[in-house]
């Protein structure tokens, strides 16, 4: 049976549609010797033995856009834009080979384009009434509302890098971050790079030109970036921390690839790529700062040598984007950058928020100890009932990095295992350890003894709050 019949005769619910695109091989939960990805741009893990129970029918409010359906729904989103770009596989009898076989598949890419759809909508479509309307004006008025975004980020220029740098394990937290630039620097460069190619200079003679500049800018600037990494210790093969991508890290990526792939999203992608700009210029300084403290390098030159951005340049550049649309295409080409870019601006903030959640967490994990065994003492002294899931794992079953939708216990009862919530870190569990992990916080685990045995309590707001 050919692909395209095997795919037609397939149910079309929403749910139905993602698990046979996440069904492809590559996208396999992980091994314990998958921690770290090096040498197979191809490996995504999403863990799809949980798309059983996570609803992708319906879209996710704004207060909940960091929860598990979020982070496999970008993982695997991730994986459809990255479809038609341009990744290497080992050479012959490499195990990348079979993975990139499965990867480029026309079935993979027909499934994948199918799942778009439904990922994009779960995932994206609370943007629409979380935007700050721009109200009339034209593009006078979305001048200027760029322009007061770049003097509040200025102002303000995010919380994560304040709380990296507050950090007790200030190395552990600058990899950390690090990693999260890992998964958005390559995918600006393609969305920039999707744009350069077409027939449309007589429509916007300027424009070319304006995404051309910033091309070579990313492209030149990428030497400086793989030396800053590997001064960190990390490594600059693609997606080799895949499982260490925050959900609001892919997000902000996968919606640049989305505006961009949408050539009917023109501006919008042009609203999104000015946000960007301006993210970068406001944080490359605090990121010099950060890596300099962290790791004792002088190769900062990705982030000092970064453009910057002024008032009156962000003006000029918005308008001679915005201004030949507007000819064309009227005032509608002014709500559709400002759609853009306002999407970009809260995805970021999110991204931020949820950056410095992660590293506050990670850095006081001897806390969270103490509060697990104050918790379970609690729960048992009162004889609180508490929805529970216990797991018996084998030698090195892996759990592959994931989030919880609420507060979890690990509570190991017999047996070792190793876990984890960053790069290089293997924190030992053994018999009677416990730890808190709070809900939407990403982490993930492997078994070291023979078998292991743990439960995992859920934790109410109201039992957290006792603690």
Same mark, same amino acid.
């Given at each position: 049976?050919?692909?395209?019949?095997?795919?037609?005769?397939?149910?079309?619910?929403?749910?139905?549609?993602?698990?046979?695109?996440?069904?492809?091989?590559?996208?396999?939960?992980?091994?314990?010797?998958?921690?770290?990805?090096?040498?197979?741009?191809?490996?995504?893990?999403?863990?799809?033995?949980?798309?059983?129970?996570?609803?992708?029918?319906?879209?996710?409010?704004?207060?909940?856009?960091?929860?598990?359906?979020?982070?496999?729904?970008?993982?695997?989103?991730?994986?459809?834009?990255?479809?038609?770009?341009?990744?290497?596989?080992?050479?012959?009898?490499?195990?990348?080979?079979?993975?990139?076989?499965?990867?480029?598949?026309?079935?993979?890419?027909?499934?994948?384009?199918?799942?778009?759809?439904?990922?994009?909508?779960?995932?994206?479509?609370?943007?629409?009434?979380?935007?700050?309307?721009?109200?009339?004006?034209?593009?006078?008025?979305?001048?200027?509302?760029?322009?007061?975004?770049?003097?509040?980020?200025?102002?303000?220029?995010?919380?994560?890098?304040?709380?990296?740098?507050?950090?007790?394990?200030?190395?552990?937290?600058?990899?950390?971050?690090?990693?999260?630039?890992?998964?958005?620097?390559?995918?600006?460069?393609?969305?920039?790079?999707?744009?350069?190619?077409?027939?449309?200079?007589?429509?916007?003679?300027?424009?070319?030109?304006?995404?051309?500049?910033?091309?070579?800018?990313?492209?030149?600037?990428?030497?400086?970036?793989?030396?800053?990494?590997?001064?960190?210790?990390?490594?600059?093969?693609?997606?080799?921390?895949?499982?260490?991508?925050?959900?609001?890290?892919?997000?902000?990526?996968?919606?640049?690839?989305?505006?961009?792939?949408?050539?009917?999203?023109?501006?919008?992608?042009?609203?999104?790529?000015?946000?960007? %700009?301006? $993210? #970068?210029?406001?944080?490359? /300084?605090?990121?010099? *700062?950060?890596?300099?403290?962290?790791? &004792?390098? @002088?190769?900062?030159?990705?982030?000092?040598?970064?453009?910057?951005?002024?008032?009156?340049?962000?003006?000029?550049?918005?308008?001679?984007?915005?201004?030949?649309?507007?000819?064309?295409?009227?005032?509608?080409?002014?709500?559709?950058?400002?759609?853009?870019?306002?999407?970009?601006?809260?995805?970021?903030?999110?991204?931020?928020?949820?950056?410095?959640?992660?590293?506050?967490?990670?850095? %006081?994990? $001897? #806390?969270?100890?103490?509060? /697990?065994?104050?918790? *379970?003492?609690?729960?048992?002294?009162? &004889?609180? @009932?508490?929805?529970?899931?216990?797991?018996?794992?084998?030698?090195?079953?892996?759990?592959?990095?994931?989030?919880?939708?609420?507060?979890?216990?690990?509570?190991?009862?017999?047996?070792?295992?190793?876990?984890?919530?960053?790069?290089?870190?293997?924190?030992?569990?053994?018999?009677?350890?416990?730890?808190?992990?709070?809900?939407?916080?990403?982490?993930?685990?492997?078994?070291?003894?023979?078998?292991?045995?743990?439960?995992?309590?859920?934790?109410?707001?109201?039992?957290?709050?006792?603690?």
């Amino acid at each position: 049976m050919s692909p395209v019949s095997r795919i037609k005769s397939a149910p079309d619910d929403p749910n139905g549609i993602v698990r046979r695109y996440a069904a492809n091989s590559p996208f396999r939960s992980a091994t314990a010797e998958e921690l770290v990805n090096e040498d197979n741009p191809f490996r995504r893990p999403v863990r799809p033995h949980d798309l059983g129970f996570l609803d992708y029918g319906k879209v996710l409010p704004a207060d909940q856009v960091l929860r598990l359906s979020s982070l496999l729904g970008h993982r695997m989103l991730r994986t459809v834009y990255d479809a038609d770009l341009l990744f290497i596989p080992g050479g012959e009898g490499h195990p990348s080979q079979a993975d990139a076989a499965a990867f480029r598949s026309p079935e993979n890419r027909i499934l994948g384009r199918q799942a778009a759809g439904v990922l994009e909508n779960h995932l994206f479509d609370w943007l629409t009434g979380a935007r700050t309307p721009l109200g009339g004006g034209g593009l006078a008025a979305l001048t200027g509302r760029v322009q007061a975004v770049l003097e509040e980020r200025r102002s303000r220029p995010g919380r994560a890098l304040e709380v990296a740098r507050a950090c007790r394990h200030r190395t552990e937290a600058a990899t950390f971050a690090l990693v999260q630039l890992t998964a958005i620097l390559p995918s600006v460069t393609s969305a920039v790079g999707r744009n350069l190619l077409g027939d449309y200079d007589t429509a916007h003679p300027t424009l070319r030109g304006l995404l051309l500049e910033d091309f070579r800018t990313r492209v030149g600037q990428a030497p400086l970036h793989r030396e800053l990494l590997a001064e960190a210790g990390l490594s600059a093969e693609p997606n080799a921390y895949w499982q260490f991508f925050l959900s609001s890290s892919l997000a902000s990526a996968n919606h640049l690839h989305r505006v961009a792939h949408d050539h009917a999203r023109l501006a919008e992608f042009l609203g999104a790529w000015v946000h960007r %700009r301006i $993210d #970068e210029a406001v944080t490359s /300084a605090g990121y010099a *700062d950060l890596v300099r403290e962290a790791f &004792g390098t @002088e190769h900062t030159a990705c982030f000092t040598d970064a453009p910057r951005m002024t008032g009156e340049g962000v003006a000029a550049l918005t308008e001679a984007l915005v201004a030949p649309l507007v000819d064309r295409f009227g005032e509608e080409a002014v709500a559709s950058f400002h759609n853009g870019f306002e999407d970009a601006r809260l995805l970021t903030a999110v991204a931020d928020e949820d950056l410095a959640v992660q590293l506050d967490w990670a850095d %006081r994990l $001897d #806390e969270y100890k103490v509060k /697990a065994e104050k918790l *379970d003492a609690l729960i048992r002294e009162r &004889g609180i @009932e508490v929805d529970l899931e216990t797991f018996v794992e084998s030698h090195e079953e892996t759990s592959t990095t994931h989030v919880h939708d609420d507060h979890r216990l690990v509570v190991v009862e017999v047996g070792q295992m190793h876990f984890w919530n960053n790069v290089g870190q293997l924190i030992p569990m053994n018999e009677g350890d416990k730890l808190l992990i709070p809900a939407e916080r990403l982490h993930g685990s492997m078994v070291r003894s023979g078998t292991c045995t743990y439960h995992q309590p859920v934790i109410t707001e109201e039992l957290l709050s006792q603690v």
